[in-house]
């Protein structure tokens, strides 16, 4: 069974460092994009950028570019959203998903059960 | 970036009735759109890929359309399950933007 598990919810300040993360298992985990999407409270999805875990391959939104920071490490089956400077506008949802192609046609069809990321003085 | 532009931003059915919710990519994208159901606290759930391809699993009251620049969700006969909200994304180009979504709220 395909499974993403996200890590639990974070109450940092602003200023502050953080990293969630989203293990993979149940597929081969090197041979999937993963994506990360932004919810903010009451909002919509945003999509913010993804990764393959196969050679780290990182594609960004420009909203986000220089923002966040999207790794994975493979041999733990887990990616990573990371913020060096957390900014009280970054308190969200955020949710990982796993990024498949079937006839061409790309879609997330896994999704973490989010990381709530709580940003405040 | 494209922008998807949903329409309505909300809506009020009832139960057994038919509702179409529709999708505006302000550049023609092919059939390369996804459409996804969120429930409150929950992530969301593929629904239908390459504008017309239902996901495996999913109730075939649930049926997607479209092709260039506009799209369409249609829930043939709605069930108390499916009062959610519902997002369109456009899988063209990166960034793979989301509409804004549609709340399809009980009459």
């Known amino acids: 069974e395909v499974q993403l598990v996200q890590s639990g919810a974070e109450v940092k300040k602003p200023g502050e460092s953080l990293k969630i993360s989203c293990k993979g298992s149940?597929?081969?985990?090197?041979?999937?994009?993963i994506g990360w999407v932004r919810q903010m409270p009451g909002k919509g999805l945003e999509w913010m950028g993804i990764?393959?875990?196969?050679?780290?391959?990182?594609r960004y939104s420009p909203s986000f570019q220089g923002q966040v920071t999207i790794s994975a490490d493979k041999s733990i089956t887990t990616a990573y959203l990371q913020w060096s400077s957390l900014k009280a506008s970054d308190t969200a949802i955020y949710y990982c998903?796993?990024?498949?192609?079937?006839?061409?046609?790309?879609?997330?069809?896994?999704w973490g059960q989010g990381t709530l990321v709580t940003v405040s003085s | 970036d494209i922008q998807m532009t949903q329409s309505p931003s909300s809506l009020s059915a009832s139960v057994g009735d038919r509702v179409t919710i529709t999708c505006r990519a302000s550049?023609?994208?092919?059939?390369?759109v996804n459409w996804y159901q969120q429930k409150p606290g929950k992530a969301p759930k593929l629904l239908i890929y390459?504008?017309?391809t239902l996901q495996s699993g999913v109730p075939s009251r649930f049926s997607g359309s479209g092709y260039g620049t506009d799209f369409s969700l249609t829930l043939s006969s709605l069930q108390p399950e499916d009062f959610a909200t519902y997002y369109c994304?456009?899988?063209?180009?990166?960034?793979?933007?989301f509409g804004q979504g549609t709340k399809v709220e009980i009459k």
């Open positions: 998903a796993r990024r498949v192609v079937l006839t061409g046609y790309p879609h997330f069809d896994y």
């Open positions: 149940g597929y081969s985990f090197t041979s999937h994009w």
């Open positions: 990764i393959y875990p196969g050679d780290s391959d990182t």
């Open positions: 550049q023609s994208i092919g059939s390369y």
């Open positions: 390459a504008a017309s």
């Open positions: 994304q456009q899988s063209y180009i990166i960034p793979r933007t």
